[in-house]
């Protein structure tokens, strides 16, 4: 009798995240209470707590779907439209950056932020010539780590947030900037920082890019910083318009990498081109041609202005109005940091007790190191939110002595 043959995925092991959003999200779903609330995802939502399609997004669409030339076939490029990529890159570093009139900026479409950083990441660990160990704050997005860790790197922290009064920790931050081994590499967000909302100002960021070009540092970060560029720093950007154009499902990123001159720059283009043929082939055209017609089209470029600045007013808004409800109640602690910080996300300080309390008891859901998505708040589930954070504070033994919990 022939021996039954074992299958080569027999033995292997479960899946361990070491992300606890998704279990999280799974508990959320299973809430049947007509009051749970989710505050744990970064999608902007409008006040009747509906997924916001942007009015811009809705008038490209439209467009696309008139054209009669629009079509599914392959594109001439694997790395995006020619255009798309020049969009982009005037956008993030301004439209008369000496670093686009001189070539020197090799882009390329990725998928969303975690492909564009998953990218930078395969970049450095081929290509980089010192095998530099990245460093990135301890308070930062939680696929960072997971992304640079699992294309190789070494992955250290970095001080940044100052719990006790709710702002950047700089001086901590300038340190071991300084400290830190020569030719290291940075993973840095420069506007409404995931998940503390605390951002560095001009000043600081100008001192850290002077810090960085002495010490050789390269830094990778997902937002444009035009001043960082200009100081002669290495940068790398991984940028997604799934926030800034509501297109979270269509995944558009883009990963720009700056270069000396316009012949690493073409280097490192053909680089980038190997690598998305062999990682994904090529990317969706759809989302990245929404982006490219927002972009070029000067009408529809200033709607999109217009819808940005709506939905940061309305997180605003409700940033100011949580505050005012939280110290109506006179809850416990100092709640300034609320309307300090900016952004879709708010760190309060509780505690895992509070936290799962919040959870359990009146079925609000906060990720576990604290992250309130003020993008989730609604004028329907705001005076809940507010009473549960009053109520479990209160029951709470580890309530703060008047110097400030968040």
């Given at each position: 009798m022939a021996q039954k043959q074992r299958h080569p995925f027999c033995d292997i092991p479960a899946a361990e995240y070491n992300e606890t959003v998704y279990q999280l999200i799974a508990e959320y779903r299973k809430d049947v209470a007509p009051e749970r609330t989710d505050l744990m995802v970064g999608v902007y939502q409008d006040d009747e707590g509906n997924i916001y399609t942007l009015p811009a997004v809705i008038e490209a669409r439209r467009a696309l779907f008139a054209d009669p030339n629009w079509h599914h076939g392959y594109?001439?490029?694997?790395?995006?439209?020619?255009?798309?990529?020049?969009?982009?890159?005037?956008?993030?570093?301004?439209?008369?950056?000496?670093?686009?009139?001189?070539?020197?900026?090799?882009?390329?479409?990725?998928?969303?932020?975690s492909g564009a950083c998953y990218m930078a990441a395969c970049l450095l660990k081929k290509h980089h010539v010192a095998s530099p160990t990245v460093f990135m704050p301890h308070e930062t997005w939680s696929n960072h780590a997971n992304i640079f860790e699992h294309a190789g790197h070494q992955v250290h922290e970095l001080p940044y947030f100052d719990a006790r009064n709710g702002d950047v920790d700089y001086d901590s931050l300038l340190s071991a900037a300084n400290r830190i081994p020569p030719e290291s590499v940075l993973v840095l967000q420069t506007a409404g920082q995931n998940p503390t909302g605390c951002d560095l100002t001009n000043e600081q960021w100008s001192q850290l890019a002077g810090t960085c070009a002495?010490?050789?540092h390269l830094i990778i970060f997902d937002a444009a910083y035009y001043g960082m560029a200009k100081a002669n720093v290495p940068v790398i950007l991984a940028a997604t318009f799934s926030k800034a154009l509501g297109l979270y499902s269509e995944r558009v990123g883009v990963l720009c990498v700056t270069a000396p001159d316009s012949e690493i720059c073409h280097r490192l283009e053909?680089?980038?081109?190997?690598?998305?043929?062999?990682?994904?082939?090529?990317?969706?055209?759809?989302g990245a041609n929404i982006v490219e017609l927002i972009l070029t089209s000067p009408?529809?470029?200033?709607?999109?202005?217009?819808?940005?600045?709506?939905?940061?007013?309305?997180?605003?808004?409700?940033?100011?109005?949580?505050?005012?409800?939280?110290?109506?109640?006179?809850?416990?602690?100092?709640?300034?940091?609320?309307?300090?910080?900016?952004?879709?996300?708010?760190?309060?300080?509780?505690?895992?007790?509070?936290?799962?309390?919040?959870r359990k008891v009146h079925h609000v859901y906060l990720q576990d190191n604290g992250r309130l998505s003020i993008s989730g708040i609604t004028n329907a589930n705001i005076e809940h939110v507010a009473k549960s954070i009053d109520s479990v504070i209160r029951a709470s033994s580890q309530v703060a002595n008047g110097n400030g919990r968040h």
């Amino acid at each position: 009798m022939a021996q039954k043959q074992r299958h080569p995925f027999c033995d292997i092991p479960a899946a361990e995240y070491n992300e606890t959003v998704y279990q999280l999200i799974a508990e959320y779903r299973k809430d049947v209470a007509p009051e749970r609330t989710d505050l744990m995802v970064g999608v902007y939502q409008d006040d009747e707590g509906n997924i916001y399609t942007l009015p811009a997004v809705i008038e490209a669409r439209r467009a696309l779907f008139a054209d009669p030339n629009w079509h599914h076939g392959y594109r001439p490029s694997q790395i995006g439209s020619t255009t798309f990529l020049h969009a982009c890159t005037s956008l993030f570093f301004g439209e008369d950056s000496i670093l686009v009139e001189q070539r020197r900026v090799a882009a390329t479409q990725c998928l969303g932020a975690s492909g564009a950083c998953y990218m930078a990441a395969c970049l450095l660990k081929k290509h980089h010539v010192a095998s530099p160990t990245v460093f990135m704050p301890h308070e930062t997005w939680s696929n960072h780590a997971n992304i640079f860790e699992h294309a190789g790197h070494q992955v250290h922290e970095l001080p940044y947030f100052d719990a006790r009064n709710g702002d950047v920790d700089y001086d901590s931050l300038l340190s071991a900037a300084n400290r830190i081994p020569p030719e290291s590499v940075l993973v840095l967000q420069t506007a409404g920082q995931n998940p503390t909302g605390c951002d560095l100002t001009n000043e600081q960021w100008s001192q850290l890019a002077g810090t960085c070009a002495t010490r050789g540092h390269l830094i990778i970060f997902d937002a444009a910083y035009y001043g960082m560029a200009k100081a002669n720093v290495p940068v790398i950007l991984a940028a997604t318009f799934s926030k800034a154009l509501g297109l979270y499902s269509e995944r558009v990123g883009v990963l720009c990498v700056t270069a000396p001159d316009s012949e690493i720059c073409h280097r490192l283009e053909m680089q980038l081109r190997l690598m998305t043929r062999y990682e994904t082939g090529g990317y969706p055209a759809f989302g990245a041609n929404i982006v490219e017609l927002i972009l070029t089209s000067p009408d529809l470029r200033a709607q999109w202005e217009a819808d940005v600045k709506t939905m940061a007013s309305q997180l605003q808004v409700r940033r100011k109005r949580l505050r005012a409800l939280l110290e109506e109640l006179q809850t416990p602690g100092n709640w300034e940091s609320i309307t300090n910080q900016k952004g879709m996300f708010c760190l309060m300080r509780l505690t895992h007790h509070e936290l799962k309390m919040l959870r359990k008891v009146h079925h609000v859901y906060l990720q576990d190191n604290g992250r309130l998505s003020i993008s989730g708040i609604t004028n329907a589930n705001i005076e809940h939110v507010a009473k549960s954070i009053d109520s479990v504070i209160r029951a709470s033994s580890q309530v703060a002595n008047g110097n400030g919990r968040h």
